[in-house]
């Protein structure tokens, strides 16, 4: 190993090499900031240009593509709450209200120091145990990833404190309805699509979060006219672009950074799941960590609330690269297209990867640390800059926003159906806003409740229609107990403390 | 009257002496309609096409629209309603079974859009259908698939990377039809991914594995290709054997190809057909051929018409068996 480590280190080193992950984040953190387009379509169009590349590089380019992305992706969410991929989405959830707290530059440090720690921490547990892990990405069947959507769902209970249970419930069970529209994912059936062609392969993900966030985001500031704003226009600009932490932010940032990248990582070296989802659940987690007073800022601005999902999806990000590289099985559609750049090489993978091809293996974890490193660096002393777009009058800043999203969501699709389903949704959320509705846990439901629904159906039909694929294996069970008891836990928890 | 008997005869003139001055190229640009989003088998098709096309010199210039929706079907009814020139379309097999199916993309009125509203111009690539198992899976061959199966259907569960009375699906359903078992009866576990599928037959919640030979082969090392659905063995896979050798004659291919909006003069037609055949004895095209591992299979013009109509009758008896329709 140590020999195919030093291997690695040489492959990567090269001049051209470190210029490809240069290349690689500088477009990916861009590309990630730009809501809508993601690393699958940048990778896409990349791929022609690599293949005059050693497969190494080219490979080297493209992960620099992918965690860039994710890296960049955060500082939309945190800045205009519209996130630049859907791996970032959970970031906005207290990294906007920080922002508006007038903690950009705190709430973008935090972004990327987290983003650093997840993506390097992560690129250990490669270094490693990538061999080894492949079994993971195998152990979990359907049952499992039913059990693990479930234990998910349990992240609503963020936004569910003081009164606001029933409004959380309420959107979680619209977040279900508009998972369901479409063509059925195991049958040939369409719903609710109202006989319209375009809705039949389902409503998108981005376009869903663009609509509820960014859009009806800037669509309430407008209503709202003057007022709720004045609060950020007090707040001198020097404050704004401020990256310095104090202790108390630091520590919380060390607590939540170990347990998040972890969770990340394993969730990222799962097939059926990804960064996404990774996100979300480690959101959801920490907020069973902290203790009460944490528990009631999330949502609101939370140093925890923030680092997690940053954490974690940057490390989903470097676990997708083990049934990647390892099994040769594609996660989500961005590997997808990378397994197939592969194989235009003329690489095969597999668990004997490391042998057969040292240099390309052990070159890519190599190059992610070099990665990380720059995107730090490249990163860190843009904050202040970036952080000033807040800065912007609004009237400037709130078309540029309508304006973002309406081409992102074109570019995703080229279809203008798009753009005024979005605008539909975004006039319905900016209502709900107006009426205190959370919308995360809308959110959440939907990327969840669509897995939920798939992995539970696909069990039932593989043990031919019975339940007991709830007990029968003991992951599954494990799982499914753990939610019980974190559900009865936050729930009898008041009863016992009186 | 004369005016525009005036008119017609200054344009013939005019497109007689723009075909003279391009006599260089076979066509001077060509633009391909994309019914899905980057990255997708679609739109590798198109680029990939579009780019040996105009590094061999045949093509003066490509350009490429995505247009999804539908499933195909926005872009389909875009190439119908408004006859763009110089334009083609990519499709492939989803065209014939999604006009079978009455997919909502392609319903249109109390019809449905097939292959027959636009001009088929040519087959050009294909994917041939692959039955797989896990490398450490009792199967051997599909005969032992046959015979797990006679012995208890309810123990081998098929895996795919789409839904019912999709491609994946009816891959595996004719293999099991052709060996005299009822595909109705086959228990089909659909996933919404090639890849999700291949980590569902090796956590081992399925037994078989049913999809395009394409999506297996970046996982050799892990899984056993036990069939495919190709009349003889395939250059990139010579070590897999096809069903039909072990007796049991099915034959599918998931065809990739191209087609003109319904206004299409034959002699266009010929003229694209024709460049989309010349292409593929250029090494430009083998260097586009080889990084995706497609198969070459060239079928213009009439012979892709046949071919369309045939697929539809097989494809139709199938569903209807399968009670997918």
């Known amino acids: ?498 | 009257m004369i005016n525009i008997r005036k008119f017609i005869g200054l344009l013939f003139a005019t497109v007689l002496l723009s075909s003279i001055s391009t006599t260089s190229f076979a066509i001077d640009k060509l633009h391909f309609v994309i019914g899905g989003g980057a990255g997708g088998g679609w739109d590798g098709t198109a680029r990939g096409t579009g780019e040996a096309l105009t590094k061999s010199g045949m093509l003066k210039s490509a350009s490429f629209e995505n247009m999804s929706g539908g499933g195909g079907g926005k872009a389909l009814a875009f190439m119908i309603n408004t006859k763009p020139e110089g334009t083609v379309l990519v499709q492939s097999t989803p065209l014939v079974l999604r006009s079978i199916t009455r997919h909502k993309g392609y319903v249109k009125g109390s019809g449905v859009l097939s292959y027959k509203d636009v001009v088929p111009i040519a087959g050009v690539i294909g994917d041939y259908g692959a039955i797989a198992v896990a490398k450490n899976s009792p199967f051997k061959n599909f005969k032992d698939v046959v015979a797990a199966y006679k012995a208890n259907p309810s123990s081998v569960k098929m895996a795919g990377g789409s839904v019912r009375g999709s491609m994946d699906h009816l891959i595996g359903a004719l293999a099991f039809q052709e060996a005299g078992a009822d595909p109705n009866k086959v228990v089909y576990v659909p996933y919404d991914a090639g890849g999700k599928a291949l980590a569902g037959l090796l956590s081992g919640e399925t037994q078989i594995l049913s999809t395009g030979l394409g999506e297996v082969m970046g996982a050799r090392d892990q899984v056993r290709i036990i069939g495919i659905t190709a009349p003889k063995r395939v250059s990139d896979a010579p070590d897999v054997p096809t069903l039909k050798e072990q007796g049991f004659n099915v034959q599918f291919v998931n065809w990739r190809g191209f087609f003109g909006p319904p206004n299409m003069s034959s002699g266009d037609k010929k003229k694209i057909a024709k460049m989309l055949g010349d292409v593929q004895k250029t090494p430009e095209w083998e260097v586009v051929r080889k990084r995706n591992a497609w198969v070459n299979i060239y079928n213009p013009d009439k012979k892709f018409v046949k071919f369309l109509k045939q697929q539809t009758k097989e494809m139709t008896a199938l569903m209807k068996k399968l009670g997918v329709i």
Request: aromatic letters at 10%; a positive charge; proline letters at 5%.
């Open chain 1, 1 to 498: 190993m140590i020999e195919g480590i030093l291997i690695g280190l040489h492959t990567a080193l090269s001049l051209k090499n470190i210029l490809m992950v240069m290349m690689g984040c500088f477009f990916g953190t861009i590309i990630g900031m730009l809501p809508g387009l993601g690393p699958m379509t940048a990778i896409a169009l990349m791929i022609p240009i690599t293949y005059g590349f050693e497969p190494a590089t080219g490979l080297i380019l493209m992960a620099g593509v992918y965690y860039g992305a994710v890296f960049g992706g955060s500082t939309s969410s945190i800045l205009i709450n519209a996130p630049g991929v859907p791996g970032t989405v959970a970031t906005a959830f207290d990294g906007y209200p920080m922002a508006q707290q007038g903690k950009a530059g705190k709430a973008l440090a935090i972004a990327a120091y987290s983003s650093f720690a997840g993506g390097t921490i992560s690129a250990i547990f490669l270094l490693f145990a990538a061999p080894s892990l492949s079994k993971i990405s195998l152990a979990f069947r359907s049952p499992d990833y039913f059990a693990l959507m479930v234990l998910g769902l349990t992240a609503v209970s963020a936004f569910s404190s003081k009164g606001q249970f029933l409004k959380a419930m309420m959107m979680v069970i619209l977040g279900l309805m508009l998972s369901t529209v479409g063509q059925d994912s195991l049958s040939d059936i369409t719903r609710f699509t109202f006989n319209n062609m375009n809705l039949t392969d389902g409503i998108s993900f981005v376009l869903i979060v663009m609509a509820t966030f960014a859009m009806s985001e800037a669509l309430t500031i407008i209503l709202k006219g003057k007022d709720p704003s004045r609060a950020t226009e007090q707040i001198s600009l020097s404050q704004l672009g401020s990256i310095r932490l104090d202790k108390e932010e630091r520590n919380k940032m060390l607590k939540s950074i170990p347990r998040s990248s972890v969770l990340g990582f394993l969730i990222g070296v799962l097939p059926g799941a990804g960064a996404t989802i990774a996100s979300f659940l480690a959101y959801g987690m920490e907020r069973n960590y902290v203790n009460d007073d944490e528990k009631q800022k999330f949502g609101k601005g939370s140093v925890h609330g923030l680092a997690a999902p940053e954490t974690a999806n940057n490390a989903a990000c470097s676990g997708s690269f083990v049934p990647l590289l390892t099994l040769g099985i594609p996660g989500s559609g961005t590997t997808a297209v990378m397994l197939g750049a592969l194989l235009g090489f003329g690489i095969q993978p597999g668990p004997r990867l490391y042998m057969t091809n040292p240099e390309i293996f052990w070159s890519v974890i190599m190059s992610m640390y070099i990665g990380m490193v720059i995107l730090l660096i490249l990163n860190l002393p843009l904050i202040p800059y970036i952080a000033r777009v807040l800065a912007t009058p609004k009237n400037f800043l709130i078309p540029l926003i309508l304006f973002f999203s309406v081409t992102g969501i074109y570019l995703m699709s080229f279809n203008n159906f798009d753009i005024f389903l979005m605008i539909g949704i975004a006039v319905v959320a900016t209502f709900l806003r107006l009426y205190n509705f959370p919308m995360p846990p809308l959110i959440l439901a939907f990327v969840l409740g669509g897995l939920m629904e798939e992995n539970l159906r696909r069990s039932l039909l593989i043990s031919d229609g019975s339940f007991n694929f709830l007990w029968d294996r003991p992951l599954t069970l494990i799982i499914l107990l753990f939610t019980i008891s974190i559900i009865s836990w936050q729930s009898l928890r008041p009863l016992i403390g009186r």
